[in-house]
Nanobody
């Protein structure tokens, strides 16, 4: 599975961006994987942002407390693409954002980056104050 993330950029605080993650090269689509977004700021560890479970598991969504109410993860099965809509952006949201996919993850592991098998290349999001 190849994942390609794009949509990052420079935005002022309070603004919005939508990231996209397009999957290819597999017989199964994004709806057959847990699809997550993680981010990594300079000098920091990679941290969980949001994830959506497989369709057969109800497509349940989970968010980090720091983004809950501001970010929204969604999926377009026809386009084999997952999105991260980011609103009310803050300077502390500045990071490289990565999309990731994993199959058959248990609930307790959904926020753990090491559980995801497939990764995109990352897209830079910079929020100016």
């Amino acid at each position: 599975v190849q994942l390609q993330a794009f949509g990052g950029g420079l935005v002022q605080a309070g603004g919005s961006l939508r990231l996209s993650c397009e999957a290819s090269g597999s017989t199964f689509g994004v709806d057959a994987m847990a699809m997550g977004w993680f981010r990594q700021a300079p000098g920091e560890e990679r941290e969980f942002v949001a994830t959506m479970r497989e369709r057969e598991r109800g497509s349940t969504t989970y968010y980090a407390d720091s983004v809950k109410g501001r970010f929204s993860i969604s999926r377009n099965n026809a386009k084999n693409t997952v999105y991260l809509q980011m609103n009310s952006l803050k300077p502390e949201d500045t990071a490289v954002y990565f999309c990731a996919g994993g199959r058959r993850l248990i609930t307790s592991s959904l926020r753990q980056s090491q559980q995801y098998s497939y990764w995109g290349q990352g897209t830079q999001v910079t929020v100016s104050s």
